[in-house]
């Protein structure tokens, strides 16, 4: 289904993550007239474009949908993995512990032994939410968040885990801090983790 967003937006609902991958990469591969930016999520596609025809922009998504439903539609090559050095001295990393029932260690290699994909980005610009986290590792948000999280944390909740990209509130339980810049207004694109981009997390001692 495509329903308009607001005065310039159209949202199409993907059903799934994989078909907002692929919808995503035909998007880009061959950007429709008008189109400003393209937004994926978990079950959406958000495609703004004040400058197109709202009517022949929709007729264009739904045959770009019906193509993004097949497996391998839109695949392209396989992203590069992004490595990401953390040092894991989080101050949530003990009660992560305790509600996993895993050691302080095995929290830290069943963070680092998996590769994680980027699944969209929202929050705060930059922040990617990281899908294939090891179930052993969903752990539910803070009760109460903190009012400040320093630039560079990464953190899980729920199913996800993620970098904090700026300083900003938030209620993710942090497990250690990373020194990589995961946004930057000043490259191009600003954000490294952008959707489908595959990332390691890999444990360091501390400078």
């Not at 022949?56 to 839109?74: C, N, S, V, W, Y």
């Not at 990401?84 to 003990?94: F, H, I, M, R, T």
């Not at 993620?162 to 810049?181: E, I, K, Q």
């Amino acid at each position: 289904m495509i329903r308009r967003a607001g005065e310039h937006a159209l949202l199409v609902e993907t059903g799934s993550l994989e078909v907002s991958h692929r919808l995503d990469a035909l998007l880009r591969a061959d950007r429709p007239a008008g189109v400003v930016e393209i937004v994926p999520g978990p079950a959406t596609v958000l495609v703004t474009a004040p400058g197109a025809d709202a009517a022949r922009l929709r007729e264009h998504l739904a045959r770009l949908l019906d193509a993004a439903a097949r497996p391998g539609t839109g695949d392209g090559p396989r992203p590069a993995t992004v490595t990401l050095p953390v040092v894991y001295d989080g101050a949530d990393l003990d009660e992560v512990a305790a509600l996993s029932g895993l050691s302080r260690d095995e929290v830290v290699e069943r963070h680092t032994c998996l590769e994680l994909t980027v699944g969209w980005l929202g929050f705060a610009p930059g922040f990617a939410y990281l899908t294939g986290l090891d179930p052993a590792l969903h752990v539910a948000r803070l009760d109460t968040p903190r009012t400040s999280v320093p630039a560079g944390s990464v953190a899980i909740a729920g199913p996800y885990s993620a970098v904090y990209p700026s300083a900003s509130p938030g209620g993710w339980r942090l497990l250690g801090r990373s020194a990589t810049a995961v946004w930057d207004v000043d490259a191009d694109p600003p954000a490294l983790l952008t959707p489908g981009t595959r990332v390691r997390f890999e444990a360091v001692r501390a400078p």
